[in-house]
């Protein structure tokens, strides 16, 4: 059964493939799954249909036959389960890939997305300037960690998993920012993660939504 996620109709990211929806649609593309897309309007997300789905009114949401999940890490994790290629056979290992899922969305992501929003919706407060450099010594912080963490390694432990479709995701938030460019090796690490052939047709995917060219479905292969 071909499962159907959903995705905004017109995308704030307007195009950069940061959208929670990208995780989703790059995991399928990992394990060759194909899906559909159904696109969703900012007033229809607050509709009683679509909040059945999400009770927060937000994207993206997975449909496969009478399931339906919500929450972008929840849903990749339900992939990685369900499919080969996102998570390692042996267990000491998934147990470690889980993990790094943990941390890209509960450790490293929070002073990030604080950061966008201070940015975007704080701007104009008195103490807008005292709090930035705040939010980023906090993302400069666990980027330092990450950063020792990962070394010269090529994935955070040993094969591409999960772990580091979403960490890769969240640290592409931080794009063209002084702040990740400090880190080399997490630049390279990044850069990896947008080479492969799964993340491009993802992000290629979003970004024909904004270019006003939806694809509606891929065919997850490589």
Known sequence: ??????????????????????????????VGQPYDVRLVSFSAMKEATHLALHPFGQIPTYEEGDLALFESGAIVFHIAERHPGL??????????????????????EPPIVQ????????????????????????????LDELSNRLGGAEWLDDAFSAGDLL?????????GSSLIE?????????ARGEA???FMRAFDAQLAVFTGKPSGR???KE
């Open 196 to 198: 492969r052939p799964a």
């Open 218 to 220: 891929s065919e997850g």
């Open 87 to 108: 998570l390692p056979h042996d267990a000491n290992a998934r147990a470690r890939a889980i993990t790094w899922m943990f941390a890209a969305l509960s450790t490293v």
């Open 167 to 175: 960490m890769v995701q969240v640290l592409r938030r931080l794009n």
């Open 1 to 30: 059964m071909i499962p159907t996620i959903t995705a905004f109709e017109q995308s704030p990211d307007r195009g950069q493939g940061l959208a929670r929806d990208m995780p989703v649609r790059w995991a399928l593309e990992e």
């Open 115 to 142: 950061r966008e929003i201070a940015r975007y919706l704080e701007y104009d407060e008195a103490w807008y300037e005292q709090r930035l450099p705040i939010l980023e010594d906090r993302i400069h912080g666990r």
């Open 182 to 190: 400090d880190y080399p090796n997490l630049c390279a690490y990044v």
